[in-house]
């Protein structure tokens, strides 16, 4: 069965350090690979997403991630957080009727 | 473009009342559309999901129901609300081999 694993639901981090959300899956096949970002009392917002060819994928907001397969992993990244980043991360594997999400991490950005 | 609109955007019903939200989609056929909830602090569960006019499959069982009475309609509805389905109500889309759309979502307060 698949599913998404992400370690930490609480993340804090300075303006201006850079950041790497992790994500886990367990998929049967090559998996679609999705970040999603939902800021408080909003919809979810596709930052990125991964379905075949170069493992590492630019996205909205200066966002990007990586795609290891060796490691069923696909850590998003950024390398300069800002304060308007404050939200929650949604690591998706899946497809159309097959969609699994993590349970979210809360990103807090401190001045 | 492809647009989801999804209302009310908020919404404060009594225990026992019964409950009707909406969702549409605009600029695409033929969506798989879908309904998920998010209680505070979790993530997301997928409450019902649809390929087609009339055609609803279930995730969960509970007090809720939907309906999809046209191709880029999809409702939620419930007879009689329950203190437990308090939370914030999320619509989205998808094409086949594609992620989803979200709506801005229903914060929906049970009292």
């Known amino acids: 069965a698949q599913s998404v694993t992400q370690p930490d639901i609480h993340i804090t981090v300075s303006e201006g350090a850079s950041l790497e959300l992790r994500c886990n899956y367990s998929?049967?096949?090559?998996?679609?690979l999705f970040w999603y970002v939902q800021s408080p009392g909003q919809g979810l917002q596709l930052l990125l997403k991964?379905?075949?060819?170069?493992?590492l994928v630019q996205g909205i907001k200066g966002f990007e991630a990586e795609f290891k397969r060796s490691q069923s992993s696909f850590n998003l990244r950024k390398p300069s957080v800002h304060w308007s980043d404050a939200a929650e991360y949604f690591c998706?594997?899946?497809?159309?009727?097959?969609?699994?999400f993590g349970a979210g991490t809360r990103l807090t950005v401190k001045p | 473009s492809q647009t989801i609109h999804q209302w009310p955007a908020t919404l404060v019903q009594p225990v026992g009342s019964p409950l009707s939200l909406e969702c549409t989609v605009e600029?695409?056929?033929?969506?798989?559309l879908y309904w998920y909830r998010q209680a505070a602090g979790r993530g997301l569960q997928l409450l019902f999901y649809?390929?087609?006019?009339?055609?609803i499959s279930s995730e969960v069982p509970q007090n809720l129901s939907a309906s999809r009475p046209q191709d880029r309609q999809f409702i939620l509805s419930s007879k009689k609300l329950l203190l437990s389905d308090s939370g914030f109500y999320l619509c989205?889309?998808?094409?086949?081999?594609?992620?989803?759309?979200f709506g801005s979502g229903t914060r929906l307060t049970v009292v």
């Open positions: 989205a889309w998808s094409l086949v081999g594609y992620g989803y759309t």
């Open positions: 600029g695409t056929s033929n969506p798989n």
């Open positions: 991964y379905f075949s060819g170069d493992t």
């Open positions: 649809s390929v087609g006019i009339g055609q």
């Open positions: 998706a594997v899946g497809a159309s009727n097959d969609m699994r």
């Open positions: 998929y049967g096949a090559t998996p679609y």
